[in-house]
């Protein structure tokens, strides 16, 4: 069977390797609430799916000045997606993938490589000003919770996804951020008026990311080294292959490549409930067959090798 999770390897960029073993007399006025600061922030770069024009909040309702109307819903995320845009009736990753990619994620297995996000960012951006950061593909929010605890400023955090479950999750666990059910293809966002753009093992449009960010805005691309997850693979594929490393061509030239981060340690799962975990929240859940995915989920446990490429590209002009 046919590796699914291959690319095409990077070619004459710095890479940088970072290895780990380890897991990672005045009347004072009370601060605002997580929600009254998200009401206060809604819809600063959020923009209608229709006709593109900023989007504004009006009571539980985001609205354009074409008066084109989405519904916030009560978990806290709104639909950006229109109909006519989906290719199934509920796209993108189930409930029962979510829960499981959840359980996963908060054991800490994938801590490392979310602090160096966070690392790459504070290094970015010292003077700690107040940052735009959104997650393209996010999920059921991890990693936007994750840099929340890490960095220091209250930034303004926001995620997009195609799965409805997704933001559900993500909504109703992280209140003071911004979601929306969009595609990472068409992102409801104003020109150049993100700081940070997350990547995390999703597809995007290099067109809209450049289109998105502010100039000198950071691009974190995290992406699967050689070695990753190889030992799963062994158990999926009869004829297993070291990945290749995505390629540096990108679609627009507003994008500068600035080199790219290794971020790779030994990784040992438990229990069962880890390796069913791991395997939900990526393409070998699909590729393989259900005799193989079924002795997967069987392994009482897995020992096995991370290794994350971190891509830092910035914005150009």
Not at 69 to 74: E, G, L, N
Not at 91 to 103: E, I, N, T
Request: aromatic share 8%; glycine share 6%.
């Amino acid at each position: 069977m046919k590796d699914v999770w291959s690319q095409v390897k990077l070619k004459g960029k710095p890479e940088r390797v970072v290895e780990t073993t380890t897991k990672p007399d005045v009347t004072p006025v009370a601060p605002p609430t997580p929600v009254q600061v998200v009401e206060e922030l809604e819809a600063s770069c959020w923009t209608c799916p229709v006709c593109r024009l900023p989007l504004h909040t009006n009571g539980r309702n985001f609205q354009c000045n074409k008066r084109h109307s989405f519904d916030k819903a009560k978990e806290g995320y709104t639909n950006l997606l229109l109909s006519n845009k989906k290719n199934s009736a509920e796209p993108g990753d189930s409930k029962d993938m979510l829960v499981g990619r959840r359980a996963f994620l908060e054991r800490g297995f994938y801590d490392p490589m979310a602090d160096k996000l966070a690392e790459l960012i504070q290094q970015t951006f010292p003077d700690n000003k107040a940052l735009n950061i959104l997650d393209a593909g996010c999920g059921e929010g991890y990693y936007l919770g994750r840099l929340s605890e890490q960095l220091a400023v209250d930034h303004q955090f926001m995620g997009i996804d195609i799965s409805r479950a997704a933001m559900r999750m993500a909504g109703k666990r992280y209140k003071a951020m911004q979601f929306a059910v969009a595609s990472s293809y068409e992102l409801p966002v104003a020109d150049k008026s993100v700081d940070v753009l997350l990547r995390v093992f999703a597809p995007v449009s290099d067109e809209e990311v450049a289109r998105v960010l502010k100039p000198g805005g950071l691009y974190l691309w995290v992406h699967p080294g050689e070695q990753h997850l190889f030992e799963l693979r062994a158990h999926i594929y009869d004829q297993p292959q070291p990945h290749t490393v995505a390629d540096d061509k990108l679609k627009t030239e507003s994008l500068a490549w600035q080199s790219t981060e290794v971020v790779k340690y030994p990784l040992h799962l438990p229990d069962s409930d880890a390796v069913k975990g791991l395997l939900s929240m990526t393409p070998y859940y699909w590729a393989a067959s259900k005799e193989k995915q079924a002795a997967c989920e069987a392994l009482p446990e897995l020992s096995l090798m991370a290794d994350f490429r971190v891509s830092v590209l910035r914005k150009v002009g």
